[in-house]
């Protein structure tokens, strides 16, 4: 006998809560006030040069954009994504290095002096296994190509040096932080980058620190049926500790995030298992939160051994933690000038309603150097990242858009920062009030790793 499997109809929970923040957004868009700098950064001139050279790549920026959306490769795969920004790249006489900082698929291109202040572009062009572009990394790429292509253009009239950094893997490898290991952000003053959202376009956002663990209980087998009584279970193991971690969510700050699945949880059912694993991710707003929450998740782990007679296994951060962003008020000042003068209304992070938020290894950048990661949108309010929708919206009209707004917004930012030192200043006193640079590699101790 067998029974016909009914797909689940799409959910429709949580719907109210978004529809009350799209709400609170659209207020918060018709409350907001004119955004205002007390620096001058460059002159109008280099300005207006910086956009008519976005405009005249546009069909190239929105070529790369969607042959990466209809051609996604996963984090450390992106051979064909580094090639195409290459070609491109060299089509414009710009001289560029592939598998640089020990990623074969990390990139990097500069133009300038060579002297006096840095600034950095990053391009992000990793894919999500199975649903490609959910995140609009396309989107990111393009614009940061097209944002370095223009400052090329106007650097001799600048000075200083803008780089152009390909990151690969931001959502399974923190290519960042092992760039930034390597020295890729050694001699950099600053950092620049967008991230698509939906629904509104905003300065920055709370984006969380994360880290991971995995967790391996073992038992001892036996027949399931005959002798159960000696074996070890350790799926009972595993299961409690899920229960547990499950258990603690209710208890942590709501900013807190704890989520996981079970990759192994034995073989056969006639089979005591005798080894088994889970995969965690771990969320904070802050690091000290982060190291508060990771001690508690070992203590649910540990004690899920305990209670099973198990031993377990704690392997924390296979690949370096992320940081919480830390964004820069000034830069991220004068980026909402400018994509305010293209007619979009910007927002402050804190001005936009909390709907929680995912990580990213632009933190691990900010806490080294003075960084932004503004959002624009492409997509309507609602629309989940890491979704089917998405990525559907990050080939579409208003993420062609973003591409373009998005590259002469970054330019015309670099170049302020170039061209005025009091501005620069102002953002080294706003990275140093914000703590500034970290030790990323020795922030977090590592709970115990055995029991």
Not at 229 to 237: S, T
Request: aromatic share 4%.
């Amino acid at each position: 006998m067998s029974a016909t499997a009914v797909a689940p109809a799409a959910s429709t929970a949580g719907r109210a809560h978004l529809e009350e923040l799209a709400r609170k957004a659209a207020r918060a868009a018709e409350q907001a006030t004119a955004w205002k700098s007390p620096h001058t950064g460059a002159d109008e001139k280099l300005h207006a040069r910086i956009d008519a050279a976005v405009a005249e790549d546009r069909e190239s920026l929105l070529a790369l954009s969607h042959a990466l959306h209809q051609d996604p490769e996963p984090g450390f795969e992106e051979h064909r994504a580094v090639a195409r920004v290459a070609e491109l790249l060299r089509s414009h006489g710009i001289e560029v290095e592939t598998g640089v900082y020990g990623l074969p698929t990390a990139l990097r291109a500069t133009a300038g002096t060579g002297q006096g202040p840095t600034v950095a572009v990053l391009a992000e062009y990793d894919a999500l296994p199975g649903i490609g572009h959910a995140c609009g990394h396309n989107v990111i790429c393009a614009a940061a190509v097209g944002a370095f292509l223009a400052l090329a253009r106007v650097i001799p009239a600048l000075g200083g040096t803008v780089v152009l950094l390909g990151t690969p893997a931001e959502e399974n490898g923190t290519g960042k932080e092992t760039m930034a290991r390597a020295g890729a952000f050694d001699g950099v003053d600053a950092a620049v980058m967008i991230h698509p959202f939906a629904g509104g376009d905003l300065t920055d956002s709370p984006y969380l620190g994360l880290r991971e663990v995995v967790v391996e209980y073992r038992g001892l087998a036996a027949h399931a049926s005959a002798t159960p009584f000696m074996g070890v279970n350790a799926l009972d193991a595993v299961v409690a500790a899920y229960q547990g971690i499950a258990a603690l969510r209710q208890h942590i700050p709501p900013t807190d995030r704890i989520h996981g699945v079970i990759t192994d949880g034995g073989t056969r059912p006639n089979v005591v298992p005798d080894r088994t694993a889970a995969h965690f991710y771990l969320r904070a707003r802050t690091v000290e939160a982060l190291a508060e929450l990771s001690e508690r998740a070992q203590r649910v782990f540990e004690g899920a051994a305990s209670m099973t007679g198990t031993e377990v296994t704690v392997r924390w951060d296979d690949c370096p933690p992320c940081m919480p962003v830390r964004s820069n008020e000034a830069l991220a000042t004068h980026f909402a000038l400018h994509l305010t003068g293209r007619g979009r209304t910007v927002l402050p992070g804190n001005a936009a309603p909390d709907t929680g938020s995912g990580s990213t290894d632009l933190g691990n950048v900010s806490v080294r150097i003075p960084a932004i990661h503004p959002m624009l949108s492409v997509a309507p309010a609602g629309t989940a990242l890491h979704t089917a929708d998405f990525a559907a919206c990050t080939a579409g009209a208003e993420a062609d858009r973003t591409v373009l707004d998005g590259a002469a917004a970054l330019a015309r930012t670099a170049a302020d920062f170039l061209s005025d030192p009091e501005l620069r200043a102002e953002v080294a006193r706003d990275f140093t009030a914000a703590g500034g640079a970290l030790d990323v590699e020795r922030l977090l101790d590592t709970p115990g790793t055995t029991r």
